[in-house]
């Protein structure tokens, strides 16, 4: 897993941690709702290099 995926992991689970303590505002929200699309997008595009690479062999 590459830094920026942990960091982004990392901060979700912070966030996640904040909404169950007390509520997240709205813009918290948002902000939670924008990393989980970057993680997950990462996490997408780490997998087709991967299958690309895999294709390559």
Known sequence: ???QTEVLKRNIDNMIIQENQGGL???E???MQ???REKYQQE???RMEHHD???KE
């Open 1 to 3: 897993m590459n830094t």
């Open 34 to 36: 924008k990393l989980m």
């Open 44 to 46: 997408h595009e780490s």
């Open 25 to 27: 505002n709205d813009q």
């Open 53 to 55: 690479e895999d294709k």
């Open 29 to 31: 929200k948002f902000i």
